[in-house]
Each structure stands twice: as structure tokens, then as C-alpha cells.
């Protein structure tokens, strides 16, 4: 089979979506870039399967250029995940984007429903890559309205929240796409215990500027 490698990649992180409690059951997708048949696109998880009991010919792939409704896949037997426009929209919109983490975790997923930024309470927000994380407006889940609304909350940024959806982070490989998942909803949990005890300080401008300085040369193990 072709580009093993990538779609065996897929699987296993979409394991420990369930495994970490990123994402329940079967909610959440997960891509990485790549090429088949000399077209670029994305490996793309199934829609509506159960991540451990996926196979590599369960991974679909797109290309960049593909530009089908969901309803023509599933009925000639290529079933992507439904959210694989923003997917799609992504890596068109951000080369530095080679894989992409979709989460409903429960703590950014809870803070979406606010329908707000998560403001610079804490220095490590800038891992997403600005003085704050954006949440993306809301739209109903697979169309081209939330695929726009996303593209726009990413801007200069690696990581946004959906709003009343979760939260989506893309990265140079799979496993920092992860991590940077990880880390926004771990940023949610702090924000919520945070608010408990009314509006938290925050960082200013010019010291989150900063930070994201020191971010961009920080290199993780």
C-alpha cells in the first residue's frame, strides 16, 4: 500500500485521542500532509469509525484541489471525515502546516462555548502563537462557513477554539500538532479553575510580545 507510513501515522494518533481524552469515543479528526500519485493533499481519518479499529485503507486521502460534497465520497465509498474542508482550507492557507489535530476536549470545548478569546492570563498561551487564542465564530460543523471562520481566527496563529465545537491546532509534524492540542486544553482547564476565583490578571502587550519572541526560538525535545 501507499504511504504507509502516513496513514499508519494517523491511526496511532488518533488512538491517543481517545486514550488521552482529547477526544471521546469517535469525535475529532486528525491529518497529515503528504502526496499520492504525485498530487498534494492530506491523509485524512474516516468519518463514523471507531479509531481502534482502524486499518491504513481506512485513511483517506484528498488532494488540495478536490472539491467534492461529502455525500458524492460516502456514496462512491470514500468516506473522509465531514470536517475535512477546513482540513483542506488549512493547508492551502498555511504551508508551515504539515499535520492537523481536531479536538472536542473537554475543557476547550467547554470555553468555546463562550464564544470568546482566551486572553494572555498566562505566558504560555503564546504557544499558539499570539497574545491570545482566538475562537472561531460559530457555523455548523462540515461546511465552508467554519472552514472561513477558522482560516480567519488562525491568523498569525497555530491553534484557535470553535465556537460551541472544540479546538483545532496544526503544527510541522503529527506529533507537535498533538502537543499543541495538549496544551491548549490543559491552558482551558487553568482558565476555567482561574475564573472560579473571578477575572485573573493579565499579561500585557508588551510583555506577551515578549514572550512570543522567546517562543520562536524555543525548541522543544
Known sequence: ????????????????????????????????????????????????????????????????????????????????????????????????????????????????THRKSIPPFHYMIALAGGEDIKCADYA????????VNIINALKDRKACLMANHGQVAFGENLSKAFELAQEVENICYQYVIALKMGQPKNLSLAEMNKILDKVKNYKSG
Open 1 to 112: 500500500m501507499n504511504n504507509l507510513k502516513e496513514r499508519e501515522l494517523v491511526i496511532e494518533f488518533s488512538i491517543k485521542l481517545n486514550e488521552t481524552n482529547l477526544s471521546p469515543l469517535r469525535s475529532g479528526n486528525i491529518s497529515v500532509r503528504g502526496f499520492e500519485d504525485d498530487k498534494e493533499g492530506f491523509f485524512i481519518t474516516p468519518s463514523g469509525k471507531k479509531y481502534e479499529t482502524l486499518k491504513p485503507e481506512d485513511i483517506v486521502f484528498l488532494s488540495l484541489d478536490e472539491d467534492k460534497d461529502f455525500l458524492a465520497w460516502f456514496n462512491s465509498g470514500k468516506n473522509p471525515s465531514s470536517e475535512w474542508r477546513f482540513h483542506q482550507d488549512i493547508y492551502k492557507n498555511k504551508w508551515e502546516a504539515k499535520a492537523i489535530v481536531h479536538t472536542h476536549s473537554p475543557h476547550a470545548t467547554a470555553v468555546s
Open 140 to 147: 455548523t460543523f462540515g461546511t465552508h462557513e467554519l472552514s
